[in-house]
């Protein structure tokens, strides 16, 4: 079974709507909420979780830079990471994240949603066929 690590780093109304989004299509024993940087640490270096999709919320830049300081904590994570913004260098901070998908903290949401659909199915395909 899939486990959500579902990271949000602010209060703002974006990270309500993202998480609103998110538990309509998570079971609640599936979704794991975090919004500090050590609590994620801890749940992405769990023995035995081969099966997360984390999806991170950055707020701002200063949470990327965190981010970015706990790279290696990624390194197996299938992650989709949204931004603060869509400036240059933070979109190139962001893809050294090495994310599945990137999005924008000013959008709807949707095109998460639909990744975030699209992964859990490809993950629920490999267990049936035993891959």
Known sequence: MDSIVLWISSRKPTASLLYQVIKKMVPEEQLELTTDIESLTKKLRKPGQHDIIGVIMAGRREDLDLLFSIRSSFNDLRIILILPDGDQETIAKGHSLRPRFLSFADGD?????????????NNSKKREVGV
């Not at 949401?109 to 199915?121: E, W």
């Open 109 to 121: 949401f949707t095109d998460v949603a639909a990744v975030l659909h699209k992964m859990l199915m």
